[in-house]
């Protein structure tokens, strides 16, 4: 038989009766439906869910760094505050772009290095602080498997 990789990075399998020669295999087009993308605008809302509680944020404005989007927010209970608020992208769309593995590194880094900084005691009006970190709390009803699991929702078990 013959065992090759196709464009889609799946292997094909061909069983050869005949002769073992070199057999030309068909190609297939294989259309993948993209998942609906977080679209976040000024003005929406956005609960976080830690272990202990939830959050919302309002998004305010929407700002990048050249590569990465980030946002400023206001906490649902204290609308005069502001905060950079960082969304990692939904696990269910880590696989296609370098964009969103990135995306989603960076939001671990910037939540890891803060949870040190607060507790090592380091902070000043100068240096930012970690408001809140844990998952989006996606709309309509979570069907998670288990505390760590994922349901089929796009936006279920997104950093934030």
């Known amino acids: ?5 196709n464009d889609n990075g799946t292997f094909r ?7 073992p020669e ?7 087009s294989t259309k993948i439906e993209p ?4 679209k976040l605008e000024v003005g929406s809302v956005l609960w976080l869910e830690d272990s202990n509680f939830q959050k919302g944020y309002q998004i305010n404005e929407i700002l990048t760094n ?3 989007p980030y ?5 649902v209970d204290d609308a005069g505050k502001s905060v950079f608020l960082y969304v990692g992208s939904p696990p269910s769309q880590l696989e296609p772009a370098w964009e969103d593995m990135n995306l989603w590194y960076q939001v671990q ?5 803060l949870s040190i900084m ?11 602080q970690l408001h809140g970190s844990g998952r989006i709390l996606h709309p309509g009803q979570c069907q998670k498997p288990s505390s760590g699991g994922r349901c089929d929702h796009p936006w279920c078990g997104t950093p934030i």
């Open 71 to 75: 946002h400023i927010a206001s906490p």
């Open 35 to 38: 998942e609906p993308s977080m």
């Open 109 to 113: 880094r910037q939540t890891k290095i």
């Open 66 to 68: 050249g590569t990465l």
């Open 13 to 19: 399998f061909q069983q050869s009766t005949m002769s």
């Open 1 to 5: 038989g013959d065992t090759s990789l």
């Open 118 to 128: 607060k507790q090592r005691g380091l902070s000043s009006k100068y240096l930012p």
């Open 22 to 28: 070199i057999v030309e295999v068909q190609e297939e």
